[in-house]
């Protein structure tokens, strides 16, 4: 079956603001994320216990309004959302200086709390608004480039305003945030989503509501073998530094090499794996697959390099040899699942199917600490053994899933007509 290559990677309009504006948010991201109890705690003047127990419970409060938020993307578009979610968030962060009472710092931390957890949703929702076919691999590739490149650097800034200013740079910081995300919302206005005839004839049917999704198994199912898939992405953040620290007995530097090697890759070649997945008219099933198999590897050598526990030399060449692997699984993985679930979400309630899908990611980063701590307690190999066989399972059910969603979802370019069998009567005009 050929692939017909070519329009469906046309340039979306307002492509390049859509991606500035999400980098520049980025880097506001990345001014306070690595830092949020210490930034939050010097912004506000409250404990770190008060700030711990107010993110947490604001956090949660934003996971029960990710529905809310899928259901504003279907009514009114993902675009509009979008932008009310940047002047959300920018607002916030303007505020976090003057809320120095817990009431103050509790009420602002729950409304930014809100557009935070809801962004992923409606991001998602965007690309699939704004863009077709090929086109929505290449802005996830770019998208998640962009963040990591973003965040990244916004870390650097902030431990320079830092070391300028001292704990009053947090201040600065939290208006720094407020005016990337300004910034960035202004940009995004710049987009305009894609009207074709499917868009149309969607937008005059009311859209139906979350029944409509629970009653769709194979979208379903793409969500459960996200979660897991998603198990392993939290590994990075949660389990390589508690397994370097306990069971390899590795200096805490190695975490940090690890983190940077998989940023550094993550946002110099995250664009050119996807664009030499998509130009190979691979399936986005199969290429996802694939990213789950690389993830399994990686979770398998865990086990071996766990087992072996060599020398500090072996071991930390191994480790970032491993992390290599993880992060192509990543790369491989990220644009194809993206794109998968946003094209296989139906035009009229494409918000609500994202905010489902959305929630294997809030689950499993939510679950990955517990599970984690407790199998590490009981042997260093079992958490990448039981990540191991997750992404099999999340690759395998990818799989059987493939001829059960729709065809414009598994594949990134339409597939080229079948030529007619030799001798057979052309087609006439009516």
Request: hydrophobic share 55%; with cysteine.
């Amino acid at each position: 079956m050929k692939v017909v290559k070519g329009a469906a990677e046309a340039r979306v309009a307002g492509e390049w603001s859509l991606l500035t504006g999400i980098g520049i948010s980025a880097v506001g991201i990345g001014m306070y994320i690595p830092f949020s109890l210490v930034f939050f705690h010097h912004v506000t003047g409250l404990s770190f216990t008060l700030v711990g127990l107010v993110l947490t419970v604001t956090g949660l409060a934003g996971l029960a309004f990710m529905p809310l938020a899928g259901t504003a993307v279907d009514r009114y578009g993902a675009r509009k959302v979008n932008l009310v979610l940047y002047a959300v968030r920018a607002a916030g962060f303007a505020l976090y200086p003057f809320a120095g009472s817990l009431p103050a710092f509790a009420a602002v931390a729950l409304v930014t709390a809100l557009a935070d957890r809801s962004f992923p949703v409606v991001q998602q929702s965007l690309i699939g608004e704004v863009a077709r076919g090929g086109a929505r691999d290449r802005l996830q590739a770019s998208v998640r480039a962009l963040q990591n490149a973003g965040m990244g650097a916004g870390a650097l800034l902030v431990s320079g305003v830092l070391a300028l200013w001292g704990p009053a740079g947090f201040q600065y910081t939290a208006w720094g945030n407020a005016l990337a995300f300004a910034a960035a919302g202004l940009l995004v206005a710049r987009v305009r989503p894609v009207r074709d005839a499917l868009a149309a004839g969607s937008a005059k049917r009311p859209p139906a509501g979350y029944r409509m999704v629970l009653r769709d198994r194979p979208f379903l199912g793409l969500t459960a073998a996200n979660f897991l898939t998603a198990l392993g992405y939290a590994a990075l953040s949660v389990l390589f530094p508690l397994y370097i620290s306990t069971w390899l007995r590795g200096p805490d530097s190695l975490t940090g090499a690890a983190f940077t090697v998989n940023t550094a890759l993550c946002a110099g070649i995250g664009v050119l794996i996807a664009g030499r997945v998509r130009r190979s008219g691979a399936r986005r099933t199969r290429s996802a697959a694939l990213g789950a198999l690389l993830f399994a590897a990686a979770f398998a050598a865990q086990i071996v390099l766990g087992t072996l526990r060599p020398g500090q030399t072996v071991t930390m060449v191994a480790l970032l040899a491993i992390v290599v692997v993880y992060t192509l699984g990543e790369l491989v993985h990220s644009p194809s699942g993206g794109a998968l679930s946003v094209s296989a979400a139906p035009e009229a309630v494409r918000g609500r199917y994202l905010a489902t899908y959305q929630l294997s990611y809030s689950l499993a980063t939510a679950l990955a600490p517990s599970l984690f701590t407790a199998l590490l307690a009981v042997d260093g190999r079992l958490p990448w053994a039981v990540l191991a066989v997750a992404a099999l399972g999340a690759a395998l059910a990818l799989l059987l899933l493939e001829r059960h969603l729709p065809a414009d979802a598994v594949h990134a370019t339409p597939p080229a007509p079948a030529a007619a069998p030799a001798g057979a009567p052309a087609p006439t005009a009516a």
